[in-house]
């Protein structure tokens, strides 16, 4: 009943600051649906310009699919020799392709071929590339059939769980993690910091409560709260977005139930060791994108070294980015990523430890 009363407490003191009622449950929706556009693997529209040097029948219909596909925003097409180097340099463009004359002892009569491109932003040059070569490999691939041959050898490539590879159904879950873990750092690393700068932590230390009632009087209230948002993230995902749910939430509320403990036991550290709100958020943020750099949700895990991994493999929110993804797109039960549960449930025994020691500390002083 006294812890009761200790979370109806933060409740209030929560719902008081009724200005950040709309940054605590409209706020994640609006940047779920905004991240949701922006933050996407997908490139489109590579802006490219076409030089055309020749009068070659087959270069004018290659130049005609790349007009013709999104991949492509073509922005201009000449026919006069420019310095490719400058028309990089200017930025406007991020590929130059040139089609010349075939050479003299080419029978089939196709384009010689010259791609420049800009390799500042090196994955969209890769990626713009590879497209390229698609329409290439597409159109001679046409042309054999035509003339009724064939390749002698066929590749068939099977896309399983994201057969149409929307980056919207990898990014959105991964995103929903991330807002419950800003939600929940921020807000429980400010708790107990505070009751200092109120002094009120006397009242509490003098009341009956003992440390773990206070300890999940803070912790409890932020949980609920990060819940909420996880749900109605989830719900944005769905509807919004329409990514497919194919396994159980259950699974994923318990995965959320244990990666919060370990969340929120660090975030009650950083409001133990800090002396302000501002210290803590201070913490709190450098700790937030720490977390986002080694999580996998914008990089994969593989690519981290393997003298940093080791901080990867201490990250919660690296474990629930990848059980939500298994959850979401893979429609996979627990026995798939158990392994995952027991790493989140290591991680949340050692923090909560190490933070209820120090939040005893705090208050034997």
């Not at 440390?211 to 999940?216: K, Q």
């Not at 690296?318 to 797109?329: G, S």
Request: aromatic fraction near 10%; proline fraction near 5%.
């Amino acid at each position: 009943m006294r812890l009761f009363y200790l979370i109806k407490k933060e409740f209030i003191e929560i719902f008081r600051q009724k200005e950040l009622l709309p940054l605590i449950f409209i706020a994640p929706i609006i940047q779920i649906i905004i991240l949701g556009y922006v933050v996407k693997t997908d490139i489109k529209n590579i802006p490219v310009e076409i030089i055309n040097l020749t009068s070659n029948k087959n270069a004018s219909r290659i130049i005609n699919r790349i007009n013709h596909t999104p991949l492509f925003r073509v922005k201009a097409i000449s026919d006069q020799n420019k310095d490719t180097v400058e028309l990089l340099k200017r930025g406007q463009v991020k590929a130059v392709i040139i089609f010349k004359d075939p050479p003299r002892q080419n029978p089939l009569n196709y384009p010689e071929i010259q791609i420049n491109l800009d390799g500042i932003d090196s994955n969209t040059s890769l990626i713009a590339a590879g497209y390229f070569n698609g329409i290439i490999k597409k159109f001679l691939l046409d042309n054999l059939e035509k003339a009724g041959m064939h390749q002698p050898v066929m590749s068939k490539t099977l896309i399983r769980f994201n057969p149409t590879l929307e980056s919207i159904n990898y990014m959105g879950p991964g995103i929903v993690a991330l807002l419950l873990t800003i939600i929940s750092l921020f807000f429980t690393s400010i708790s107990i910091v505070r009751e200092k700068e109120q002094q009120t932590m006397d009242t509490l230390l003098i009341s009956r409560l003992t440390p773990i009632e206070i300890y999940l009087g803070k912790a409890i209230p932020t949980s609920i709260i990060g819940l909420i948002n996880m749900s109605l993230g989830i719900a944005v995902v769905m509807i919004w977005f329409r990514v497919p749910v194919r396994g159980n939430l259950i699974y994923l509320l318990l995965a959320s139930i244990i990666f919060l403990s370990a969340l929120l036991a660090y975030a009650l550290l950083i409001s133990v060791i800090t002396s302000t709100q501002q210290q803590a958020l201070f913490f709190a943020w450098f700790t937030m994108l720490t977390f986002m750099l080694l999580s996998g949700l914008f990089t994969p895990i593989e690519n981290i070294p393997s003298g940093l991994r080791i901080l990867a493999d201490i990250n919660p929110i690296r474990y629930l980015i990848k059980i939500i993804r298994e959850i979401f797109l893979k429609g996979n039960g627990i026995e798939y990523f158990y392994k995952e549960l027991l790493y989140l449930l290591a991680i949340a025994s050692a923090t909560i430890t190490v933070s209820i020691i120090n939040f005893k500390r705090l208050i034997s002083k």
